[in-house]
């Protein structure tokens, strides 16, 4: 580690303590006798992401960013609740320890997280990213997302369970 006041690469540590996602060290140099602090944390490395037609590029997260905020324009969701979406996506993509991850399951990943997030964003991707091609596409997604009708035996033990 180099000195960042004379440019000198001997430095011992002084002091260190773990703290959440990180290792804090307390460094002197040993020739000016400058003390200094540096962080070590891990570093994941996320895997290529390979499209439809076989191309492969980098995660990028601006680009899954840009994508929730699309969805939940003009939706009452903020931008902190979208950094979060797009943190637990990260996430579920760095425990999956693998080199390459097809597209679709980043996709699959935003759809799981819009449906908790806002059910119309959730919508309005599910269109884009399934490709809707007819109004039966919609109505199905929608019907997705309410909960489905009890019968009425279902209703009758409800009521007899809950004492009405």
């Known amino acids: ?21 990180s290792i804090r060290r307390r460094r002197e140099c040993q020739e ?18 390979v499209k439809k ?35 637990k996506i990260e996430k579920r993509i760095q425990e999956l320890c693998v080199k390459e991850l097809p597209s679709r399951k980043v996709g699959d990943f935003l759809m799981d997280e819009l449906r908790e997030l806002d059910h119309i964003a959730y919508v309005r991707f599910a269109s884009v990213y399934r490709e809707f091609s007819d109004v039966n596409q919609f109505v199905d997604t929608l019907q997705s997302l309410t909960p489905q009708k009890k019968s009425e035996g279902e209703r009758m033990e409800a009521r007899e369970s809950s004492g009405l």
Request: hydrophobic share 30%; charged share 35%.
């Open 53 to 87: 037609d076989g191309r492969r590029e980098a995660f990028d997260r601006t680009k899954l960013r840009a994508g929730i905020l699309r969805a939940c324009e003009k939706r009452p969701v903020g931008i902190e609740q979208i950094d979060n979406t797009v943190a």
């Open 32 to 49: 000016c006798q400058f003390r200094f602090t540096t962080f070590e944390r891990i570093e994941y490395a996320l895997p290529l992401i």
């Open 1 to 21: 580690m180099k000195c960042p006041k004379c440019g000198c690469e001997r430095s011992s540590v002084v002091d260190s303590r773990g703290e959440a996602q």
